[in-house]
């Protein structure tokens, strides 16, 4: 079945770096773009990045943009957010998520695979 | 503040129909199809919803959506205490190159 297992997630202080990853099974990882997304606490879902299923086209929101960087290794079917200059608003759990294609090679526009969340808490 | 509009919270009771309201703008909701996620906090939110009124196989047909201009809808008829999580809609954004999500909806069955 599908599985997409965020880890890398902690406890990390303003200004520090993190990375989390995202392992993907049961599906064509390299055929898929991929998402993160986030919830900070008390909060609703928020976009953060998004990538092309070979890497090649990358995009972020205007919250992270300079200090978030997505990424994936096909050939270990994993997505990874390096994330630098942490912020405490950037406390939330984070989730991956998959996006298909249609025969066209476009993106059908909807994440129809999620992961449960790696929690990233920036605190001194 | 959201992107997109919706009611923080909506309620009903087992057995009705409760319908949750989706507000944008022409850059998002007025030009592109909006897709609405399942959400109980902690866990792994759920497609519910795609391409404005489409259901993934496996969603019952009690969840239906529709979207009218810059407006969309998520209705749920025959309520059931497990339909009890967050809501929320989504949509790309064309001015903002981005991915733009509600607030969330908190429905409750009384």
């Known amino acids: 079945q599908v599985q997409l297992v965020e880890s890398g997630g902690g406890v990390v202080q303003p200004g520090g770096s993190l990375r989390v990853s995202c392992a993907a099974s049961?599906?064509?990882?390299?055929?898929?773009?991929m998402h993160w997304v986030r919830q900070a606490p008390g909060k609703g879902l928020e976009w953060v990045a998004s990538?092309?299923?070979?890497?090649?086209?990358?995009f972020y929101a205007d919250s992270v943009k300079g200090r978030f960087t997505i990424s994936r290794d096909n050939s270990k079917n994993t997505l990874f957010l390096q994330m630098s200059s942490l912020r405490a608003e950037d406390t939330a759990l984070y989730h991956c998520?998959?996006?298909?294609?249609?025969?066209?090679?476009?993106?059908?526009?909807?994440?129809?695979?999620w992961g449960q969340g790696t929690l990233v808490i920036v605190s001194s | 503040q959201s992107v997109l509009t919706q009611p923080p919270s909506a309620s009903g009771t087992p057995g009705q129909r409760v319908a949750i309201s989706c507000s944008g703008s022409?850059?998002?909701?007025?030009?592109?199809?909006v897709n609405w996620y399942q959400h109980l906090p902690g866990t792994a939110p759920k497609l519910l919803i795609y391409?404005?009124?489409q259901r993934p196989s496996g969603v019952p047909d009690r969840f239906s959506g529709s979207k009218s201009g810059t407006s969309a809808s998520l209705a749920i008829s025959g309520l059931q205490s497990e339909d009890e999580v967050d809501y929320y809609c989504?949509?790309?954004?064309?001015?903002?190159?981005?991915?733009?999500f509600g607030g969330g909806t908190k429905l409750t069955v009384l």
């Open positions: 998520a998959g996006e298909n294609y249609d025969n066209s090679g476009y993106p059908l526009g909807y994440f129809d695979y």
């Open positions: 049961g599906f064509a990882f390299s055929g898929y773009a």
């Open positions: 990538i092309r299923y070979d890497g090649s086209v990358t």
């Open positions: 022409s850059s998002n909701i007025g030009r592109k199809p």
């Open positions: 391409r404005n009124n």
């Open positions: 989504a949509a790309w954004d064309d001015s903002l190159n981005a991915w733009v």
